[in-house]
């Protein structure tokens, strides 16, 4: 069973431009998180899909945004980038809206020069 | 608001030593405790998942215990080894809209 999958791996972008990243949960999984974590620092949350829906979003600017699709699948958009938007960002999904164990994909790292 | 707290930051020990990592917690209405580890520049591995009616999960080496009452809960690692080297993460999933809070994690040095 394929686990949660996060494309690209990599991605380097100048400041001003757009980035989108994607995210494939695992096989009947419904809810999928993003995180952003900074160079040395901790998890920080920024949205969570459910069933094609926002369901709640971190303490972030509206230049993250993203969206679910019918088949689960979620993508990333970060508009305006900064140079502090230089992060691994992280996907994670669970099954259902309750409290779910969170399976994480390997990370897209975006450089922001 | 839940706070994590994750102690201590870093840790050092000679290959075979039994280890404990803590993890602290401030609000005890939790639904789960999820324990993870993350090599470097990589995602997270879930390791344990504890319900909060549960007590203690094993895996392997690992036993991870859960005392709400008092906010904390422990990751034992038997026999450790130079690949268990990694930044070890709790992560606190409490109150309603997929509330996770994570801790700031304990970076192990397993040394051969």
């Known amino acids: 069973e394929a686990g949660v999958t996060q494309s690209p791996t990599h991605l380097i972008k100048t400041r001003g431009q757009q980035a989108t990243l994607r995210c494939s949960p695992i096989?009947?999984?419904?809810?999928v998180y993003w995180y952003q974590q900074a160079l040395g620092l901790g998890l920080q949350f920024l949205l969570w899909y459910d069933e094609g829906e926002e369901r709640n979003r971190g303490n972030f600017p509206p230049r993250f945004s993203g969206r679910q699709f019918p088949n689960y699948s979620s993508e990333l958009n970060v508009n305006a980038l900064e140079l502090e938007d230089s992060a691994l960002y992280l996907c994670?999904?669970?099954w259902g809206q309750g409290a779910g164990e969170l399976f994480f994909g390997e990370g897209s790292r975006l450089t922001v020069l | 608001k839940q706070e994590v707290t994750q102690i201590p930051a870093a840790l050092s020990v000679p290959e075979g030593e039994n280890l404990v990592l803590n993890c602290s917690f401030t609000?005890?209405?939790?639904?789960?405790l999820q324990w993870f580890r993350q090599d470097p520049g990589k995602g997270l591995t879930s390791l344990l998942l504890i319900q909060s009616s549960q007590r203690e999960q094993t895996s392997g080496r690992l036993n991870a215990s859960l005392d709400k009452s008092s906010g904390r809960s422990t990751l034992y690692i038997a026999a450790s080894q130079p690949g268990d080297s990694a930044t070890y993460l709790c992560?606190?999933?409490?109150?309603?809209?997929?509330?996770?809070?994570f801790g700031t994690g304990t970076k192990l040095q397993v040394i051969p």
């Open positions: 992560a606190v999933h409490s109150g309603g809209y997929q509330k996770v809070t």
């Open positions: 096989s009947g999984h419904t809810s």
């Open positions: 994670a999904s669970s």
């Open positions: 609000d005890s209405a939790i639904y789960n």
